[in-house]
Nanobody
Framework: EVQLVESGGGLVQPGGSLRLSCVAS????????IAWFRQAPGKEREGVSC???????QYPDSGQGRFTISRDNARHTVYLQMSDLRPEDTAQYYC?????????????????WGLGTQVTVSP
């Protein structure tokens, strides 16, 4: 019933941009905080950015200002706009939902996860 479906990943050259989307269904989207995480091969999953139910960004993104998270409640969608991409940004990107709406940087806060979308940055 509950689904988070990511899209928008792909292969991009260094310096390029991608816009990831996470479309949610099966729960009251407006009440959830939604976060983006990423995991590269051989590395632990890390938080990228989180947006609360009120539209506030709780902590800086791991792209150090190159990534911007936003949400469109009418479309049940959260976006991650990524610019000036670097090879070290290569990872599987996941969206996650927190039902209490508060979010946070730790994975333990999140109740639902998507299956991810692959971002590869390579010349």
């Amino acid at each position: 019933e509950v689904q988070l479906v990511e899209s928008g990943g792909g292969l991009v050259q260094p310096g390029g941009s991608l816009r990831l989307s996470c479309v949610a269904s099966g729960f009251i989207f407006d009440d959830y905080a939604i976060a983006w995480f990423r995991q590269a091969p051989g590395k632990e999953r890390e938080g990228v950015s989180c947006i609360s139910r009120d539209g506030n960004i709780q902590y800086p993104d791991s792209g150090q200002g190159r990534f911007t998270i936003s949400r469109d409640n009418a479309r049940h969608t959260v976006y991650l706009q990524m610019s000036d991409l670097r090879p070290e940004d290569t990872a599987q990107y996941y969206c996650a939902g927190d039902l209490d709406g508060l979010g946070g940087a730790r994975m333990i806060h999140y109740d639902y996860w998507g299956l991810g979308t692959q971002v590869t940055v390579s010349p």
